[in-house]
């Protein structure tokens, strides 16, 4: 059976031409042009396999439909294709920051919206919920998630269990930037007596620990903290 596609635009002639190319490319599709449709569409059996999602519409951000998509057991795995133009930097960033698996930047080529949406369906497929991995490897860091350890250019370095866990939330949202809000409820797990200063504080720590590769957790003013995409990538 192939996957149902939910596309979610409301530009009149790019919703056709996303729909006559996913079509053509094997996809069933549904269409929306606003954000009220949208959330009809998804929630309709059998829900969508992947969404595009244009991030703005006419009665609701694509950020809120997003949310809403997380907020509900039935559509919560559903990944999300963001789709923005170039003015809506933060809003993009805000858009990870809900849960898009990926995103294409305004204007798009057809072919790279259809790359991404084979990628991203791909990676749902083939990646388990949970990841097994138990030793990880990133440039300077080398962590054990099982023992809890952690090694910066081999020297073993000890963290709090929090830190660990920051560390390794991070790490694992590698190149995706996560705002303070959505590390005090992912990593210390409740967010009412805390403030995002408690962040701040527990990054620089966990910095200072990392030594040279504390680098690797680069600052985003104003949003929150991003881990580097790559070793090699230089947030200096
Ligand atoms: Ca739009």
Redesign the pocket.
């Known amino acids: 059976m192939s996957n149902v596609i939910l596309i979610v635009?409301?530009?009149k002639d790019l919703l056709s031409t996303l729909d006559y190319n996913l079509t053509r490319e094997g996809y069933r599709t549904r269409c929306a042009s606003s954000g009220r449709e949208a959330l009809a569409a998804a929630f309709e059996a059998p829900v969508p396999d992947l969404v595009v999602l244009?991030l703005?519409?006419p009665d609701m951000s694509g950020t809120e439909i997003c949310r809403r998509l997380r907020a509900d057991a039935r559509t919560k795995a559903i990944p999300v294709v963001m789709t923005t133009a170039k003015s809506e930097e933060i809003d993009r960033v805000v858009g990870f920051a809900v849960g898009a698996d990926d995103y294409v930047v305004k204007p798009f080529s057809v072919r790279e919206l259809l790359l991404r949406v084979r990628a991203v369906l791909r990676r749902v497929r083939t990646e388990p919920p949970e990841q097994a991995l138990t030793q990880l490897e990133f440039g300077r860091v080398r962590l054990d998630t099982a023992a809890h350890r952690c090694w910066v250019d081999g020297d073993e370095t000890v963290l709090t269990a929090l830190e660990f866990k920051l560390l390794t939330t991070l790490l694992e949202r590698r190149g995706r930037v996560q705002t303070r809000d959505m590390l005090l409820s992912d990593v210390w797990g409740f967010s009412a007596e805390l403030t995002t200063r408690t962040v701040d504080t527990h990054v620089k720590r966990l910095r200072q620990k990392l030594g040279p590769a504390g680098r690797y957790v680069e600052t985003l003013r104003g949003v929150g903290y991003r881990f580097a995409a790559s070793p090699s990538e230089d947030a200096t």
């Open positions: 635009e409301d530009e244009d703005m519409l």
